[in-house]
């Protein structure tokens, strides 16, 4: 019956078992399987709370408290839940800094699904942030929903629909709460989808060489079973430190009073994994404009695989430029992270806009010097000149435009109005 | 047949090529890296030969190529080359076999080096003039035969 013969096993086998690994992966390339893990961590323990969990107005803070103090060992899984979504981006945003840094965008199935996975899990992480129906809970929700209402023609009343009615409310919370039952489930088929595309043409390596002769392949067990299962162990175990010891890190004061509809906390900001997409929705001087850049943000990482980087593997690894940039971005990213955090005024609403002016000016940067890295040395250095001059006079322009006296703004808008 | 071979030999010679202090070793019986084969030049020859721009051994490209990492692995600018992608997997395919042998064996060796977060003893690095564009001209011809048969098909 578990003869390598039999078609399941023979599947089963050369996907796990025997599935060929490059020999030269590195730590960043464990990121993947401790991704599979925290979705299971999550399925787990959220189904734990589901059971405790009341998604009423009324009753939601409350059974959120009875979970924390009478459910045995509640507050712990709660602790799970709630740091596990932290880390379980953690590793995202490290599972797609590694995709960006070795050019595994190449994979562009892989690289497409994976696309798809981080917008689910947003998703499904803003919607269970809802269900604590705490202050910040409510007012995230307000805020993240009323975005929508920016889309012309549709908004205002693709708005209500979400709410169900003409303000968050009942109806929102309940189907906040299975929308968010149902997304892991969604999460868990297109990880399989994800999985398989990556099976079909092979794991990258550090080198980005693909080697068709095998000699630098090993099979997945057991050296990377065993390297999984430890790296796994040490997440596990850090997971349990996080919820056992500072359990509420992550949650905002305000979200220990229940929402209260009629009083607006000072600063709604979002957990820390949004903050850099918060920091792009606050540069724009208009509410349509911060919804487009923030959608943007994500959906700019699709456009990875489509330069024609033609014969040439991707990546950053034999190109100093790019590894300069790529770090440059990724500083960027995490000063995104903290201004996010801060109010809304000087000097933290300007940095927004220079951030998110680096943010975007990265992937047209990097992949054209990649490009050009690809031309085999025939590097064109007065268009290489051209561009990085183009790019800083822009910079340039745009911080100054944003810097300059109010009246001089008006006479040059008025300048190009009339 | 020819796989177990090629793998015996790069098993037994490669130890010995990353060791420090170690006498340059060649990875190919009775050829050097870098030593033309197959009628091959190396950039250094096709400069001097006016096949080739001298400003291809300019100082810029050199500080490129070696401040690149491949070279310390001992890696030759063409075996870098997407070996998914679909002109290069026939231009690989159009390689004489010593050529691609070659190539295996170079991949196969950087491969164990970055698994051993190794590189190659300084005087074994791959120079600008000592690498070998091997697979341009292969590239060029398929990506000619591609345009010719894009033509040919929108004639139709």
Request: charge should be neutral; charged fraction near 15%; include cysteine.
């Amino acid at each position: 019956m578990f003869s390598r013969k039999n078609k399941w096993v023979k599947f089963l086998n050369n996907s796990v078992w025997d599935y060929k690994v490059p020999i030269n992966i590195n730590n960043w390339w464990y990121f993947g399987s401790l991704l599979g893990l925290m979705l299971v961590c999550q399925i787990i323990s959220g189904f734990f709370l589901s059971t405790h969990y009341v998604a009423h107005v009324d009753y939601a803070f409350d059974s959120i408290v009875h979970i924390n103090r009478d459910v045995n060992y509640g507050a712990l899984i709660r602790g799970f839940h709630i740091n596990g979504a932290s880390m379980f981006f953690f590793f995202m945003y490290i599972h797609i800094g590694r995709g960006i840094y070795y050019g595994c965008y190449r994979q562009a199935g892989v690289w497409y699904t994976g696309i798809v996975l981080m917008l689910l899990l947003m998703a499904t992480s803003f919607l269970g942030y809802v269900l604590p129906w705490g202050q910040m809970s409510y007012w995230a929700s307000v805020v993240i929903t009323s975005l929508l209402s920016t889309i012309p023609y549709i908004g205002p009343s693709l708005v209500e629909w979400i709410w169900g009615g003409y303000a968050v409310g009942q109806a929102t919370l309940t189907r906040f709460y299975s929308l968010h039952f149902i997304l892991p489930f969604i999460m868990v088929i297109v990880v399989i989808i994800h999985v398989g595309l990556l099976h079909e043409t092979g794991s990258s390596n550090p080198l980005g060489l693909y080697d068709p002769s095998g000699v630098g392949m090993r099979s997945f067990h057991p050296l990377y079973s065993c390297n999984d299962l430890f790296f796994c162990l040490v997440a596990m175990g850090y997971l349990i430190k996080l919820s056992a010891f500072h359990t509420w890190a992550f949650v905002p004061c305000e979200n220990w009073i229940k929402a209260d509809p009629m009083t607006t906390p000072k600063h709604i900001t979002p957990e820390w994994y949004f903050l850099w997409v918060y920091t792009i929705l606050r540069s724009a001087p208009t509410k349509g404009g911060g919804v487009a850049l923030m959608v943007l943000s994500i959906l700019v990482l699709a456009i990875l695989p489509l330069v024609p980087m033609t014969h040439w593997q991707g990546g950053t690894q034999f190109s100093p430029v790019g590894k300069m940039l790529f770090a440059l971005w990724v500083s960027n990213w995490l000063i995104m992270t903290w201004v996010g955090s801060q109010p809304a005024t000087w000097p933290f609403m300007e940095e927004t806009v220079y951030s998110t002016v680096i943010y975007f000016a990265f992937f047209p940067v990097f992949l054209l010097n990649l490009a050009l890295k690809a031309s085999k040395f025939q590097l064109d250095r007065s268009l290489y000149y051209k561009l990085w001059i183009l790019i800083l006079y822009v910079s340039i322009m745009i911080t100054i435009f944003y810097n300059l006296p109010e009246s001089i703004k008006w006479t040059i808008e008025d300048f190009l109005a009339n | 047949m020819a796989a177990n071979k090629l793998m015996s030999a790069v098993a037994k010679l490669a130890p010995r090529a990353v060791q420090g202090g170690a006498k340059p070793t060649s990875m190919i019986p009775n050829m050097k890296i870098g030593t033309p084969w197959a009628g091959l030049k190396t950039r250094g020859e096709l400069v001097e030969a006016g096949l080739m721009d001298e400003s291809e051994l300019s100082e810029q490209h050199k500080n490129v190529f070696n401040f690149s990492y491949f070279p310390e692995v001992g890696l030759m600018w063409d075996d870098l080359a997407y070996g998914r992608d679909p002109t290069v997997r026939e231009a690989l395919r159009r390689l004489p076999p010593d050529v691609h042998a070659a190539r295996m064996v170079r991949i196969s060796r950087a491969l164990l080096l970055s698994a051993q977060r190794k590189v190659l003893p300084e005087e074994e690095w791959t120079t600008l003039e000592s690498d070998i564009p091997y697979m341009a001209p292969y590239i060029e011809q398929v990506k000619r035969e591609k345009e010719e048969m894009k033509e040919w098909k929108s004639k139709d």
